[in-house]
């Protein structure tokens, strides 16, 4: 079993759709939790940090952590077609990353 | 900002050639990481660095190595090119003193024929 899975999608949605972006690990000592935005070809960059369990939420964007399930979200309100990118998951261990694969999200005008 | 340098952002290479990626961080950070990433994969662990002249192995270091002999820059080297290597590099840094948030490069596409 992967440390991390995520369904790499791609999902396509219009302008203005609520957008759910799910990850499930398998590790129930991790604690420190991310989401990467990669636009093609860039180098991914942090939007948001987690630590624990509960929401946080900028602007547009809420993360959420269920360490029960084991589950974390990204939540995109009122998407934008610059919302348009790859989103990663990634959790922290000991100073190094793991990955989630990736989901592709298109967001059409 | 902090501010992760690839120099070379796109390659072609020969079966067999030895290839430099170069990677420099403008932040003082302790971390560095080099990443590849490929379709269907996601990013994997190649190597890591937490200080100078020291290297740890990632998840997938077969067919590199890496150099740091200074804070700031961190080499992947690729002894032998294989067509199998052709993909997106990434490097990466970090430090306790932010956190731990790592900060990536823009990447390095490199294909080998």
């Known amino acids: 079993q992967k440390e991390v899975e995520q369904d790499p999608g791609p999902l396509s949605v219009p302008e203005g759709a609520i957008v759910s972006l799910n990850c499930t690990y398998s590790?129930?000592?991790?604690?420190?939790f991310m989401w990467y935005r990669q636009y093609s070809r860039k180098g991914p960059e942090l939007l948001m940090y987690?630590?624990?369990?509960g929401n946080k939420e900028d602007g547009r964007f809420t993360a959420q952590v269920d360490k029960s399930s084991k589950y974390i979200s990204l939540f995109i309100r009122d998407s934008q077609p610059s919302d348009s990118a790859t989103y990663l998951c990634?959790?922290?261990?000991?100073?190094?990353?793991?990955f989630g694969q990736g989901t592709t999200l298109q967001v059409k005008p | 900002d902090v501010k992760v340098t690839q120099s070379s952002r796109y390659l072609v290479k020969r079966t067999g050639e030895k290839v430099f990626l170069e990677c420099v961080q403008d932040?003082?950070?302790?971390?560095m990481f080099w990443y590849r990433q490929d379709p269907g994969l996601g990013l994997r662990l190649i190597y890591f660095?937490?200080?100078?002249?020291?290297?740890e192995k990632g998840d997938i270091p077969e067919g590199y190595s890496v150099s740091r002999e200074k804070k700031e820059r961190f080499s992947l080297i690729l002894e032998s090119a294989s067509t199998n290597q052709t993909s997106m590099y990434l490097c990466?840094?970090?430090?306790?003193?932010?956190?731990?948030?790592?900060?990536f490069g823009e990447g390095s596409w490199l294909t080998v024929v």
């Open positions: 660095s937490y200080d100078v002249k020291m290297k």
């Open positions: 990634a959790i922290r261990n000991t100073g190094k990353l793991i």
């Open positions: 990466a840094s970090s430090s306790p003193d932010s956190g731990n948030t790592i900060y």
């Open positions: 590790n129930s000592a991790f604690q420190y």
């Open positions: 987690t630590y624990s369990s």
């Open positions: 932040m003082d950070h302790e971390n």
